[in-house]
Structure formats: C-alpha cells, structure tokens
C-alpha cells in the first residue's frame, strides 16, 4: 500500500502564493508518474500538474501554465505544487495522485484546501 499526505493548503488572497506537499510513503516502488488534481465545488476533478519519474518531465493545465511549479524531493519522497500569482478560480480541493506499475497502481490523498480571495 501507499500513502499520501498533503499540507501546504489554506487561505490567500489573489495574488499570493501557496506551496503544497505530498508526502508519499509505503511501497512506493515502481512508481512512473505523480500528480496535482483539484476540484472545484459541484466540478470534476481534474489534472493541474504531472511529473514523470522517467526523465522527470512535467506537465501543466493551460490555466496554470507559468504561474504553477511542480517538483519533487527524492531524498524526502515529496511532491510539491508551488502556485503562484494565485486567482480566486484556483480555489478548490488539491489532491495528490500516484500511479504505479503495480495492481493496484492507482493512489490518492486526502486533499487540502485552497481558498483564494479576490
């Protein structure tokens, strides 16, 4: 099993910036991709940002292209979202997203708020 947890999240007024942490434990081998999520109220969840253990190569949603970073720590198996030039359509749930070769190969935090202010 794997586990995640994520902090970082909470209220900001548009225009700040927040950073997000996914601590990721367990049996974490075997991993190729993790991943940012969120979703708004009464929205489906969707990809904010992805980073691919082969390469390392990451990928963006058009809308927060420039102004989201997406990176990890190896040594402290984290996964982080710095979000910055925040807008009040950022608010929703970050949820933290790790995909394994393994079955089961799919896992998800808990979620962290993130509220913006205009």
């Known amino acids: 099993q794997v586990q995640l947890v994520e902090s970082g999240g909470g209220l900001v007024q548009a225009g700040g910036s927040l950073t997000l942490s996914c601590a990721a434990s367990?049996?974490?081998?075997?991993?190729?991709?993790m991943a940012w999520y969120r979703q708004a109220p009464g929205e489906e969840r969707v990809l904010v940002a992805a980073?691919?253990?082969?390469?390392?190569?990451?990928d963006y949603a058009d809308s927060v292209k420039g102004r989201f970073t997406i990176s990890r720590d190896n040594a402290k198996n984290t996964l982080y979202l710095q979000m910055n030039s925040l807008k009040p359509e950022d608010t929703a749930i970050y949820y933290c997203?790790?995909?394994?070769?393994?079955?089961?190969?799919?896992?998800w935090g808990q979620g962290t708020q993130v509220t913006v202010s205009s």
């Open positions: 980073f691919s253990w082969n390469g390392g190569s990451t």
């Open positions: 367990g049996r974490t081998f075997n991993t190729y991709r």
């Open positions: 997203n790790l995909l394994k070769t393994d079955i089961p190969g799919n896992y």
